[in-house]
């Protein structure tokens, strides 16, 4: 049955705000899911063929640290580079082409045969790892409705902890038969077959299509999808343009308070949970675990996280997040303290609570983030929250080092990472202003 929509002009967040969750939507979410996964496949990817690689090319494995960090940096710079692109261009080509990045500068890594190979190809797979999670929140945001909008994004964000953890899995029967080369082809092939898959299936965001052209046909094909029948008259009023560039308006007065309390909250808090993901094992070891409950250490965490998002992004959607992050914030904190007060038996526990706060927190923020910006500035906004996010994901593992060189016990340096926690947490104070503000802006 043909549906007429017409007028001077649809609201189209509010339509999809009170329209049930459709298929179609559920199919663009999962389209976007499915690339986060492949995301945390490929990011993981150097760690699980690092001992292989270091044997066959004869390389000493405490030399691989540049090809480590030459991934984080280039998914700084790829967030803040190219995350902004979806602004200009639309989302939908941007998955396309950053699947196609990814996919091809992977299967590059499969080729290497040097240190400095290696540290190329990483740098150039991680600046399509970086702005490819801003962008599919960018998407996701803008066909999940907002009193599931939270949840739905850290439901998708959580497939880059399942996307590493399957390639944990995968990693040594693929090893086993086709060497360390063979971890990057299939993280290079299978980008490549989700661009293709991307290029058939992907729709553009509605946003989009309106802003471009009211009158395309592809607005009432999708939005008879959403509604659950055939639209047979459709006017929508064009966007009203600002004049300014995405860029711009990020920085401008309006935006730049909530920008700069995204930006702390997110970097701190990547402080303190690459910090955990990459010290722990390590941490855990010099107390006495033996090496293979020393590796499990990082799963436990995550498997935390994953509770913690799920829950904290539930909560959001029910306009009840300030006092649940400020508590994670707070129980990741106690956690931390705990190392110290409590006996080794008990890390276990502590290492769970620890992710449930920190890690299950920074879900929750990536996804709120969204909430922050327009849909025009939205990518750039999410893009360079990530990108300076990644500084203290770099930054992090870093200052731990130096604290363990000049030796600082395990119980201590872990008690100091309370610091940025409770920043964290007296910054989750002001979310309140800046979330209102963004709804007054958006209705």
Known sequence: MATSIAGSGIDLGKLIDETPVSRF??????LCALGAFLDGYDIQAIGLAAPSL????????????????????????GSVALGPLADRFGRRPMMIALMLLIGTTSLGTATAVNIW?????????????????????????????????????????????????????????????????????????????????????????????VERNPAD????????????????????????????????????RTYMPRTLLLWAIWSLNLFVNFSLANWLPTLLKSSGWNHADALRAVALMAIGGLMGGILLSWLADKAR?????????????????????????????????????AFGAQLTIGALAAAFYPFEIRATGLGWASGVGRLGSIVGPLALGVMLGRGLG?????????????????CVTLLPRFLEAARQQQS
């Open 25 to 30: 939507q559920i199919g663009v979410i999962a």
């Open 54 to 77: 270091s044997n066959d090319l004869d390389i000493p494995a405490a030399s691989l640290g540049p090809a480590f960090a030459s991934a984080l940096v280039g998914m700084a710079i």
């Open 117 to 209: 190979e290696l540290v190329s190809w990483r740098f150039l797979t991680g600046l399509g790892l970086g702005a490819l999670v801003p962008v599919a929140t960018s998407l996701t945001a803008e066909y999940a409705p907002r009193h599931r909008r939270t949840a739905l994004i850290t439901l998708m964000v959580c497939c880059i902890s399942l996307g590493s953890l399957t390639s944990s899995i995968l990693a040594p029967a693929i090893d086993s038969h086709f060497g360390w080369r063979g971890i990057f082809v299939v993280g290079g092939v299978l980008p490549i077959v989700m661009a293709l898959i991307y290029w058939v299936f992907l729709p553009e965001s509605l946003r989009r299509l």
């Open 217 to 252: 046909p592809r607005i009432a094909l999708q939005l008879g999808r959403i509604v659950g029948g055939q639209i047979a008259d459709i006017r929508v009023a064009a966007q009203p343009a600002t004049g300014r560039s995405s860029f711009a308006q990020l920085y401008s």
């Open 321 to 357: 997040i300030v006092a649940p992050l400020i508590t994670a914030y707070l129980v990741a904190s106690a956690a931390l303290i705990g190392f110290t007060l409590l006996p080794s038996s008990y890390w276990g526990y502590l290492i769970v609570i620890a992710g449930f706060g």
């Open 410 to 426: 395990p119980a201590t340096v872990l008690t100091i990472l309370t610091v940025p926690m409770f920043i964290c947490a007296a």
